[in-house]
């Protein structure tokens, strides 16, 4: 056995470390913040982010514009991808817009994990108003080395 930090504190389970994790990002996560984004669920490898879409989302179609819907589902993508205590960022991300979304429209973007193999992992976005598919999202994602929670040290086991 070894005396090196784990990536994880001991104490925690997986979706609540994942949790932690999560609320850490959250803590600076500012772009989300400010788009009125919530958290609405939080676990290994996915995560479900809600927004509600306002005046000044719309664009000159009268429908949310598709670069918030892609915050949105990029949001979602980086809290499932973030998930195991890993620093990990987009490498690559693709969206296809299927309906519009509508001002007042609650969108709820899930995000679940597909693949993870070394530092790659794939994760696709699915988007929501009223349980209608407006959105489907694939992100390609990079781990770059860190952590979100710190990990525990030897004499804090």
């Known amino acids: 056995m070894t005396d ?17 994790c999560a609320d850490a990002m959250w803590t600076n996560d500012h772009a989300s913040k400010a788009l009125g984004m919530e958290i609405v669920e939080i676990g290994v490898g996915r995560a479900t982010l809600a927004m509600t879409v306002t005046t000044e989302m719309v664009n000159g179609h009268g429908i949310c514009h ?26 690559q991300g693709q969206i296809s817009f299927i309906r519009p979304g509508k001002l007042g429209a609650r969108l709820v973007a899930s995000a679940q994990e597909i693949n993870r193999a070394g530092r ?31 990990p525990q040290s030897p004499d804090q086991r």
């Open 4 to 20: 090196a930090p784990s990536a994880a504190p001991a104490d925690l389970s997986p979706d609540a470390l994942a949790r932690a």
């Open 66 to 91: 598709g670069g918030f819907i892609f915050t949105l589902a990029d949001s979602t993508f980086a809290y499932a991808c973030n998930s195991r205590n890993e620093n990990t960022v987009a490498a």
């Open 120 to 150: 790659s992992g794939i994760y696709d976005v699915r988007v929501t108003a009223a349980g209608i598919v407006i959105a489907e999202f694939r992100g390609h994602s990079r781990s770059i080395g860190g952590t979100l929670v710190p």
